[in-house]
């Protein structure tokens, strides 16, 4: 079984964290039933951008990254308060072990803010946040990252993208690369994405 950690800050951005959930979970109930998704946050109790609260299964200090195959983040709002959590050492050390291991790393949005911070990307190509006048991506570039203005950028084993619009796109990237692509085709295929 392949684990995924999805990795919760406060203020994040539901939709960009249930493209996850359910292409992981239609994965595992329908595709070929190797994925499992569990939620990690930085607190027992978080609060979405736009105000629900969400009870994480695990927290940080409660995770062992030996047992995940993957890391995956959806952005949020700095005035809900995303960035206290995500730019926190503990989350910071999460992604840094991800990479040190050479796990999959897949952010949308500005969760390639904190996946630069943590010094990961120095000298790697990402993309983060594209409208605003550029204003995420331009913050990419002091952590030593090689800003490409593009949906989804993937430099080895982390992925990253522009903005919302996108989540799918990198959810589904994610599970071809810890399945097949044909397998995550076919799962495409039955959620009504493609009619191949």
Known sequence: MKKVLLLLANGFE???ASVFTDVIGWNRLSGD???????VGTRDKLECTFNFTVIPE??????DVDDFDALAIPGGFEEAGFYQDAYSEEFLDIIRKF???KKMIASI????LPVAKSGVLNGRKATSYNLNEGIRQKQLAPYGVQVVNQPIVIDKNIITSY?????FDVAFKLLEQLTSEENCKYVKKIMGFSKE
């Open 14 to 16: 539901a939709v960009e």
């Open 33 to 39: 039933g190797s994925t499992q998704l569990v939620t």
């Open 58 to 63: 695990m927290t940080l200090d409660e995770v």
């Open 99 to 101: 990479d040190q291991n």
């Open 109 to 112: 949005c500005v969760a390639s």
């Open 163 to 167: 903005n919302p619009s996108t989540a």
